[in-house]
């Protein structure tokens, strides 16, 4: 019963920092926006490595999902990228969604605090949230413009690796090390945060 509620009482604080970073930044711009080619698989593939918010938050969502075991190593990867593709499509679509780029930077604070906690949410909290971060990140590369479906065929598979990359790593380091690599994630989109995405 203890437990519960203090895994209770570090989502609630979790919940609240990223509330904070979406109030606290709502003009946040982290410029994806028309940079570079949004053609070809190649071009797709290439993207997400260009943008070390999404490097950060997709190796993050690996790190959560190795660090929870189970079902949620490949549940919380699929929900990201399924969230991903649902907002890309509207982004492409040209239908808006709210708070973007403040939310791309509270995800990387909030996943990064997940891993760096070692809290292991419910399937019901943990996978709606993976599911709107990657429509975050979806729908901020979605609405660059012309879009292919070779470029987001490849910048899904870019998206994919990195979140292997993330379980890998679980692997082949220890629990404070998992950790460690979430409180970095964590400061560095508190870094974002402060300078103004």
């Not at 929900?79 to 990387?108: H, K, Y």
Request: with cysteine; aromatic share 4%.
């Amino acid at each position: 019963m203890r437990s519960e509620l203090m895994e209770n009482h570090k989502m609630a604080t979790l919940t609240r920092l990223a509330a904070l970073a979406l109030i606290a930044a709502p003009g946040a711009a982290l410029a994806h926006t028309g940079i570079g080619s949004v053609h070809g698989f190649s071009a797709g593939l290439l993207h997400p490595l260009g943008g070390f918010d999404h490097v950060l938050a997709m190796v993050a969502i690996g790190l959560w999902a190795g660090a929870s075991g189970g079902a949620m190593r490949w549940a919380l990867p699929t929900a990201f990228l399924v969230g991903m593709a649902g907002g890309g499509l509207l982004g492409m679509a040209g239908l808006g969604m709210p708070m973007v780029e403040a939310g791309i930077l509270a995800s990387l604070i909030v996943l990064g605090a997940l891993v760096a906690s070692g809290v292991r949410a419910s399937a019901l909290v943990a996978l709606p949230m993976a599911l709107l971060f990657g429509s975050l990140h979806g729908h901020s590369h979605g609405s660059e413009g012309m879009v292919s479906m070779g470029y987001a065929a490849g910048f899904m598979l870019a998206t994919a690796v990195l979140h292997g990359l993330g379980l890998a790593l679980t692997q082949g380091v220890g629990a404070r090390a998992v950790r460690l690599a979430g409180g970095a994630t964590a400061c560095a989109g508190l870094a974002l945060l402060l300078a103004g995405g």
